[in-house]
């Protein structure tokens, strides 16, 4: 079995996985970390939302093959260290705004929001209606408004 070896949540992890084995499963089952929920496992509702290298993307679309020693992989539960807080400042604004109903989508929610402020940072884009429409993750409660204003509230304390 060919090992890969990762950085998750900045820790170096190894692991034994088949190159084709989805990131997903390897962030689940061999490595424990519960965060990145599995919607669909097609790309598509993006509730398994994580970072690698500061940039949003789903991790049950990716073979773990595809990754090399210096990719950086962030889910929810190593955000707060990422601003050296107990709380990242969208997590703060989610609990604020009150978002969550069943919670499950919550973590790619999240992860999805702090990279599309980031990048709007680099970019040099406003934090609009617009920029929000660009965020695709789904949500079955249906708390699309509050999940918005909490957006733009974490973005303001970013």
């Avoid at 962030?74 to 009150?98: F, N, S």
């Amino acid at each position: 079995m060919p090992t890969h070896t990762f950085k998750v949540n900045g820790e170096t992890v190894t692991v034994e996985a088949d190159d084709r084995e989805r990131l997903l499963w390897v962030l689940r089952d061999l490595l424990g970390i519960r965060g990145p929920k599995y919607g669909c496992g097609i790309n598509v509702c993006k509730a398994c939302t994580s970072h690698i290298n500061g940039k949003a993307f789903n991790p049950c679309a990716v073979p773990v093959g595809e990754l090399s020693a210096d990719d950086e992989v962030t889910t929810i539960e190593g955000l707060p260290a990422t601003v050296g807080r107990e709380l990242h400042p969208m997590q703060e604004a989610w609990l604020e705004h009150d978002v969550a109903q069943c919670g499950y989508c919550q973590p790619g929610q999240i992860m999805a929001a702090v990279a599309k402020v980031n990048q709007a940072r680099r970019e040099g884009r406003e934090i609009d209606d617009e920029l929000l429409d660009e965020i695709r993750n789904v949500c079955r409660c249906g708390t699309y408004y509050r999940i918005r204003e909490a957006i733009k509230t974490g973005a303001e304390r970013m």
